[in-house]
């Protein structure tokens, strides 16, 4: 399938690895122009290099943390007309609300919202302007189904995800899409850092809660990082402007719900 999308711009944030990393594949096998920024500059060499090798996609590096805004706008220096979004984020680890401070309650706001949120602000009037975006923010399914262990990224990114019902629907007669995915258990370094946090504080051994949570899924496994990328990669297709405001599972059927 041609995507429609083929000498686009597009910005990745978090894009050295994980989800991030195959959104930003996935973009330039459809050989859309990439400025993707991650905060470590050896991974992030690495993974432009690697782009760069399988797709012959242009890659534009940018070395920042997205969460301040210095890094937001040199960011947007080297885009300045992006016509894709993908924001990413890592999420907090695995705790106990109680022993969370103020401050720790801001930094994960700050990222899993607050960001996103601003590098939305920044460019979605520009994508209207030009009568075409498409913005996919990588959330998870903690905002259809709380997990405990979880509280803070149940609740900043619900807020996201609230915030966005609001303008994606502001912002599709222009068709700038919005929309939000939801990925359940995805071998990610992400997911390696939640299991290693709940083996530290169960006593069980990494290994037997990695395979207990994949058992527990209808798909027998966890899902791949690159089956994440492709469901982006589509949804920031020129096929995809009747889809807005919406919260897409990927996670193998977990979610118990009919709706």
Known sequence: MDL??????????????????????????????????????????????????????????????????AGREVVLSACPKPDILVNNADGELPGDFRNWSREDWLRGIDRMMLTPIDMIRLTVDG???????????????????????????????????????????QTIAHNVTINNMLPGIVASDGQRQHVEVLAQESGRSFDEIWAARAAQNPAGRYGRPEEVGAYIAFLCSANAGFVTAQNLLIDGGQ?????
Do not use: C, H, W
Not at 32 to 58: C, H, K, M
Not at 255 to 259: C, D, I, M, R, W
């Open 4 to 69: 429609g999308i083929s000498g686009r711009n597009a910005i990745v944030t978090g894009a050295s690895r994980g989800m991030g990393k195959a959104a930003a594949m996935a973009l330039a096998r459809e050989n859309v122009d990439l400025t993707i920024i991650a905060r470590t500059p050896e991974t992030l060499q690495a993974t432009a290099a690697e782009i760069r090798a399988a797709t012959g996609a242009r890659v534009t590096t940018v070395v920042g943390d997205i969460t301040t805004l």
């Open 127 to 169: 994508m209207m302007e030009r009568e075409f975006g498409r913005i996919v923010n990588i959330v998870s399914r903690s905002v259809k189904i709380a997990q405990a262990e979880l509280g803070m990224s149940n609740a900043a990114r619900s807020g996201l995800v609230g915030f966005v019902a609001g303008l994606a629907r």
């Open 255 to 259: 979610y118990p719900g009919t709706f």
